[in-house]
């Protein structure tokens, strides 16, 4: 089995540069072939421009599209997007190890996927979610989060959880991923006197989730995925079928949220305060 680590964090000491390699040392543990991805250290650009392809399909007017799908149709992709392109491929897990920065990932990574999950060659119009290229392969976000497990429910002054990673899960699944519950260390702190403030506190729940990582890692084919709608859930305008299941409060019948499913089995099972 063959599994890709994406690190985006710039200090490598880290407390998420310490889980993606506690999760490189499981899963070698367990037989597996790892590589890990340090988009800092690579000194990745994470900014779609122009001036990545040499080779403009449309010189006038910049259109990202046309100029990835030309790319991947011409051979023609930058190196380091291809070689990425290629790991997404060949790995049958793929790992998304950050920070919690505003409520969502560190632009570093959310970069990357702008310019690595390819029109063209990772989703097209017709090839999207269940029909996605990347179907049947596995991702998991693990991140750290600075606040309290509580704090990020669905009535915490974090916000609630689910919905600040949902854009992430839904990009996986959007190129076909079966998307697995995320991992989350809650309560990792940023700020210079962190660390001395609540060091014991913070090192007991990297641990636990080391030793949770360790368990897990090993195991993720044997996981139930996210649900997630599918093709066949929705109508020719787009909109969910009448008789279409509904798994999350993001795609719903309703314009109501009242008595809608909390995405079961998302947040309680993640928590390292078990």
């Known amino acids: ?39 800092y250290a690579a000194g990745f650009d994470p900014v779609e421009a122009a001036g990545h392809y040499r080779q403009r399909a449309e010189p006038v007017c910049f259109d990202p599209q046309v100029e990835q799908r030309a790319a991947v149709e011409g051979g023609c992709l930058a190196p380091e997007i291809a070689a990425a392109a290629e790991s997404l491929e060949a790995a049958d897990l793929t790992i998304l190890q950050y920070p ?12 990357w996927l702008d310019r690595v999950l390819l029109y ?19 991702a998991l976000l693990s991140i750290t989060a600075g606040d ?34 995320p991992s989350v260390t809650f309560g990792v ?11 014991a506190a913070v090192e007991l729940r990297l ?12 195991d993720v084919f044997q996981e139930p995925e996210l649900p997630f709608n599918g ?30 499913p909390a995405w079961p089995g998302l947040f309680a099972p993640i928590s390292d305060m078990e």
């Open 1 to 39: 089995m063959q599994a890709l680590i994406v690190l985006a964090t710039p200090e490598p000491r880290s407390a998420n540069g310490r889980l993606a390699t506690a999760s490189e040392r499981a899963l070698r543990a367990a037989g597996w072939s790892v590589e890990k991805l340090d988009l």
């Open 100 to 111: 919690l920065w505003w409520f969502g990932p560190p632009a570093m990574l959310k970069g």
């Open 120 to 138: 063209g060659r990772f989703y097209s119009s017709e090839r999207r979610y269940d029909r996605g290229p990347l179907r049947d392969r596995r």
């Open 148 to 181: 309290s497990q509580q704090a990020y429910g669905h009535d915490g002054l974090g916000g609630d959880l689910a919905a600040l990673l949902w854009p992430t899960l839904f990009t996986l699944r959007f190129v076909g991923f079966s998307v697995l519950r």
């Open 189 to 199: 702190h940023g700020g210079l006197n962190a660390a001395a403030a609540d060091g």
């Open 207 to 218: 641990r636990r989730t080391e030793e949770r990582l360790a368990r897990r890692l090993p």
């Open 231 to 260: 093709w066949s859930d929705f109508q020719e305008d787009g909109r969910l079928t009448p008789e279409a299941a509904v798994h999350s409060p993001f795609i719903r019948h309703s314009r109501n949220f009242e008595g809608l």
